[in-house]
């Protein structure tokens, strides 16, 4: 039967109601707060920002090194053209050969940047480290740079790809632009 408080008899003040109960806490003796479990902070608007630029500037980048690869020979066509146009004298072998040759180095540059960022964002956004940080700005640099380039070479076929690295170029800009952001910069040397 229970006493008048609702505990069963026998059961004192600091003994549990269930003998299978977790011990008793012991008393506090301190005035300071116990520490308030850790949660790990949400990265500044920034941070998150540049995060969607560079994957956007990935995939779109992405896709537009796959319709320039549909139409490689409508480029190779137009660069030869404007070699010829530059220097009608030149040999034909010749003429296909530097039009093969700048097709190569401008896409392949582009793709290769362009792999590059992606394999470098999830560790920078991660881990958030400075280092990868200026990694990323870096190369947001020189993606811009190439996707200029590759904007020139395929000009004059579809539009798909040309205005997939005009976006990609942006897109890199701003992510770079973003991560240059002082919120970010503290964000980004912070270890959790």
Known sequence: ???????????????????????PRPP???????PA??????APASLRAAAWC????VLIGLAGLVTAAVDLAGTRQRVTGTARAADPSAPDALLRDGAD???????????????????????????RRPGRRWLLIG?????????AF????????PEVDRWAFLVQGVLALAGTGLLLAPS???????RH
């Open 28 to 34: 506090v003796r301190s005035p300071l707060a116990p």
């Open 150 to 157: 590759s904007q020139a070479v395929v000009a004059g076929g």
């Open 54 to 57: 560079w994957a956007g500037a």
């Open 37 to 42: 479990p850790h949660r790990p902070r949400r």
């Open 139 to 147: 190369l947001g640099a020189l993606l811009a740079v190439a996707d």
């Open 1 to 23: 039967m229970a006493d008048g408080q609702g505990r069963p008899p026998g059961a004192g003040a600091g003994r549990p109601v269930s003998p299978g109960g977790p011990p």
């Open 184 to 190: 970010a910069a503290v964000a980004g040397g912070r």
């Open 101 to 127: 040759t700048t097709i190569a180095l401008v896409l392949g540059s582009t793709a290769a940047l362009t792999v590059l960022v992606a394999v470098a964002l999830v560790p920078a956004l991660r881990r």
